[in-house]
């Protein structure tokens, strides 16, 4: 088994551990690369059908090419697709930018704030509905207790300490000094009543391992990542008004990947194009500890 | 020597090399830290200009430079979100990429030493010249040998202020050893080391002649990696089994991921604790080339030729091969993290493989002192303590002993929600179910097998085969409510039949009805042979019987092993030992009825409506 073979492996098997042990599993799909890379690790787990729910967080500032790409996969693989958006703050327009808040701000109400709600299903979740091609009001409102996350260790401080099962208490709180052991390929997969835990399958894969998987497998991805000619790409996605593309000229994931080996991008952070992460120094370790994946 | 550290997970060599993990431990301010920080440093691995930065930051706060610095400084970059983990450093040499996890000294943090150093393929131990061996240098390395990390070398630090003194070394050689030895492991090598000033770090210097052996870093290119057990007898804990019929998918497949061994085609398979067997139809697996055969270290999957009842927590093995052990009382060493006590009467949850059991702790043999391994009597074991003790669990489970295949004979303990300690099997012990399970076990290989699942006759009937277990004191309306039941279930369609064990007496009972009392285990063996096939049938079965006891339901359950169940007590107060689902006063059928229904329905026995 090669690198690559040895990380889906332990992935798949903790995809598995989540589904069989948790009644109400759902999994994070951003749409970006590493959830999509999750995606496919779960049809590779359940050799082919995906059987949980996709869920989205719209913040409606999504790249509206995201939205496509995501509602084009989830027909062509028939997947169980749920989205949730905070409506309220989004029809009073109270929004980053113009909305006069700040971007730590505005992510947590169109992210942390949406996002633990459509968990515990307190706000309504649109899900599709495969016979009408369209989304209507989930009847389904129980509470996840189970959500399987992309996040990786490499991609930034607080991620790294994370364990593949991580428990969340009732305000979707993060208790980072006190974390259970894992060891022996046995997870956390008890938990109180009311509290979740949530599923990291990607915690040991690094930014070359997905693209190099991408490759490898063939999975298909949003063009936002590759150069179209402008000498731009995206190489993390985010919402319109807070992401940046970076200069480069890949235009295919051969490319992203040589682009990466090169160095040519070893001094600048993955997410640097996230503008919420440059706010008040930790900004993105306090999201998470509010429960932003 | 070494590329830069940082640029390592992105530069091309490096995949095509070895990767290792490699944790280092030891007792607080060993110097540990400062071992790591001067390797870094003397291979060139540090990102440019961090060496110099760190040194200027010390001259302005007049204090002394430390090595351990750098550790602390590469940290607090990768908060910052350039690199990798706080607790990892990368780093690489020719032969291999390696990942440093730099565990925590300090007690508090052992469960993070554990979650770290489970992840290691070898070790390296560091022990303080000046101090001499400490508490965790001794606690770590024995968690280290549970733990089932065999490559350990000990790294003898801060020789700089014992004068290099090859006497001092070899005392703590001498010492270090003995105590090696008791818990079977040999050190790969003893370094004498000084993170300070560089000495057999990543360069020998002269300071100590008397010493030829490896440097550490030397020392990480002389650990061997360890290949994954395919050589061993085929090992598989049953994750689940996926039936997926969404766009018309027939295969069932029996998944998991392989802990040792290989499995091919064709291969006939036994699955444990259970017996029932098949053999290999398909390996599945999705967007790859046709697979004939899988071996550990994959997480795969495989359909069968019969269609047989196994469940998620049975370990599939090859017939041919050794085949596992199965019991309900293990005898291990354990290692307890929880912040309660490990006590008798407390109910603990067991996990080996993919089963999880009911576990009770039923004696403590000895406790260990971690430090010297003196071992005292106690009967609870304590946070950080490792112990040898005896459980019991609700349920027989499949499992080798740790040292014939660690991978399958190793547990984690559940307290309340959360792993509070881990344990390798010594040994099985028998209980008074054993010879009762190795006859179901007999039988279950001999069976042969229908060509029509249970799954499919489950769903031509829309019911799962369930026994209904009514028992209570003589007269206490056990049978006028089983009859209601009955017509009930039948008159709503389901396949269901009622019986009494006293019906079984001039039948099946015959040669053996006179002399009840001794006779009563092979009346309830019999009784449960006959569950067992009714159950087969896709029946509901509901089986009355006088005062049956917790010893008889246990008995009934391992023969028949019923998918369903649901136990009611008639007659008001309990006198036998039996814990029931459901307890009646009284003897309205009617309503007894209505509940026992309410209680099929929410276990999915039955569904629909009534």
Partial sequence: MNHLDKLEARSVHIIREAYSEFGNLCMLWSIGKDSTVLLWLARKAFFGHVPFPLVHIDTSYKIPEMIEYRDKLALEYNLDMVYGQNIKILEKGKTFPNGKCSRIECCQMLKSEALRNTLSGD???????????????????????????????????????????????KNNDWDVGDQPPEFWNQYKTDFAPGTHVRIHPL??????????????????????????????????????????????KAKNVDEIIKELKSGKLKNIAERSGREQDKEDGGGLEELRKDGYM | MAEAWRNCVKMDTCKQKDDMNIVVVGHVDHGKSTVVGRMLADTDSLPEGKLEQVRENCRRNSKPFEYAFLLDALKDEQAQGITIDAAR????????????????????????????????EAALLVIDANEGVMENSTRHGYLLSMLGIKQVSIVVNKMDLVDYSQDVFEQIVAEYSEFLKKINIEASSFIPVSGMMGDNVAVRDGSTP????????????????????????????????????????????????????????SDYVVFYPSGKSSSVKSIQSFNTDIKNSISAGESAGFTLTDQIYITRGELAAVESETQPLVARRLKANIFWLGKRALKNKRNYLLKCGSSKVKCKLESVVRVLNASNLSTSEKNAVERHEVAECIFSLGKPIAFDTASVNPETGRFVLIDEYEIAGGGIITEGLPDEFSGTQEQVMTRNIHW??????????????????????????????????ARELEKKLFDNGEMVYFMSMGSLVYGIDADIKNN????????????GEVINLMLDTGMILILTAIDLTAYDMELIETIANPPGMLSVWTGGRVTTDITCDMVFRGKNTERQTREIIAGLLEKGIVFGSF
Avoid at chain 2, 233 to 255: E, G
Avoid at chain 2, 448 to 476: E, V
């Fill in chain 1, 123 to 169: 706000w309504v979740r649109y899900r599709m509905n495969h016979e009408k091609g369209e989304y209507e009001a989930d009847k389904n409102i129980e509470p996840y207790t189970g959500v399987i996350v992309g996040v990786r260790a490499d991609e930034e401080g607080s991620r790294s300490k994370e364990r593949y099962f991580s428990p969340r208490d």
């Fill in chain 1, 203 to 248: 915690l040991d894969w690094t930014e070359v391992d997905i693209w190099e998987y991408i490759g490898r497998e063939n999975i298909p991805t949003v063009s936002l990542y590759y150069d179209r000619g402008e000498g731009m790409r995206y190489r993390s996605l985010g919402c319109e008004p807070c992401t940046n593309p970076i200069q480069s």
């Fill in chain 2, 89 to 120: 450093c990368f780093f690489s040499t020719e032969k291999r990429n390696y990942i440093i996890i730099d565990a925590p000294g300090h007690i508090e943090f052992l469960k993070n030493m554990v979650t770290g150093a489970a992840r290691a």
């Fill in chain 2, 210 to 265: 008397w010493y030829s052996g490896n440097t550490v870093l030397e020392q990480l290119d002389a650990f061997k990696s360890e290949g994954l057990p395919k050589d061993m007898p085929f090992r598989m804990p049953v994750q689940d089994i996926y039936k997926f019929t969404k766009n018309s998918d027939d295969r069932r497949i029996i998944a998991g991921a392989v802990a040792s061994g290989k499995l091919s085609v």
């Fill in chain 2, 448 to 481: 042969n097998k229908s060509s029509i699942s249970r799954d499919q006759r489950a769903s031509r009937y829309k019911q799962k085969p369930s026994l209904i277990l009514i028992t209570g004191q003589r007269n206490s309306g056990k049978k006028p409510l």
């Fill in chain 2, 516 to 527: 009840t009392d001794n006779n009563r285990e092979e009346h309830i063996r019999r009784v």
